[in-house]
């Protein structure tokens, strides 16, 4: 019963490297989510999709892109890795729109230097 | 628009006593409201939501909440703490539109429960 797997779960980017976070999430679900977490600031969301082919920004989108080529997959890309995005990332999903109960996973702790 | 205010950051009780964790909100539409627990180094889990039925909701692991509309409140609560309870909590808004980019999350309640 894998739910949402996030790969990796930790990294150590240089300034100005890129990398790809994965999601992927086996419920078959419409929409997936890119949350960041910083302490003491709750969770912001970054990009969303509500189905494949779909992407949107959220409310802090800068510095990162998306694709949802399939229903079960959503990577983020970061480019030019700035230290403003040392944070804790989660992906999560949910069968329908913002009052469905969210699937999170494990989250990755990415730290830029 | 709409947010959510966690009122403490962090609460601390003693096992088997009771678990209050505040939570206020502000939304221009009816919301949908949410509890989601967060343990060390894990994704969030859903411990309840309130859309719009009763406004006592009861969910898991002897968690309830409870909808004020006239107080704009939806505090958690937990009659007797246990070890296990000790984590972060979020409170959720949600437009209850649909729309993905409104879900808005509390700053987070630490728990922290001592023998």
């Known amino acids: 019963n894998a739910g949402v797997t996030q790969t990796p779960k930790f990294r150590i980017l240089k300034i100005g490297q890129s990398m790809t976070l994965q999601c992927a999430q086996d419920m078959n679900h419409n929409y997936m989510y890119w949350y960041r977490q910083d302490p003491g600031m709750g969770l912001k969301l970054i990009y969303y999709?509500?189905?494949?082919?779909?992407?949107d920004k959220g409310e802090v989108p800068n510095g990162y892109n998306v694709s949802r080529s399939t229903t079960e997959d959503f990577p983020l890309r970061l480019e030019l890795a700035a230290p403003s995005q040392t944070s804790v990332y989660f992906c999560?999903?949910?069968?329908?729109?913002?009052?469905?109960?969210?699937?999170f996973g494990q989250g990755t702790r990415l730290t830029v230097v | 628009a709409q947010s959510v205010t966690q009122l403490d950051s962090h609460v601390s009780v003693s096992e088997g006593t009771p678990v209050l964790l505040r939570c206020n909100y502000s939304s221009s539409y009816s919301p949908s409201l949410f509890w989601y627990v967060q343990h060390p180094n894990k994704g969030l889990q859903l411990l309840l939501k309130?859309?719009?039925?009763?406004?006592l909701v009861k969910g898991i692991n002897g968690f309830e909440a409870e909808f004020k509309k006239s107080e704009t409140s939806f505090h958690l609560t937990k009659p007797s703490a246990h070890m296990s309870d000790a984590a972060e909590y979020f409170c959720v808004v949600s437009n209850p539109t649909g729309t993905a980019s409104k879900l808005t999350f509390g700053t987070g309640t630490r728990l922290q429960v001592t023998l």
């Open positions: 309130y859309t719009s039925a009763a406004t």
């Open positions: 999709s509500v189905g494949a082919g779909i992407t």
């Open positions: 999560a999903s949910s069968r329908a729109g913002a009052d469905t109960e969210a699937f």
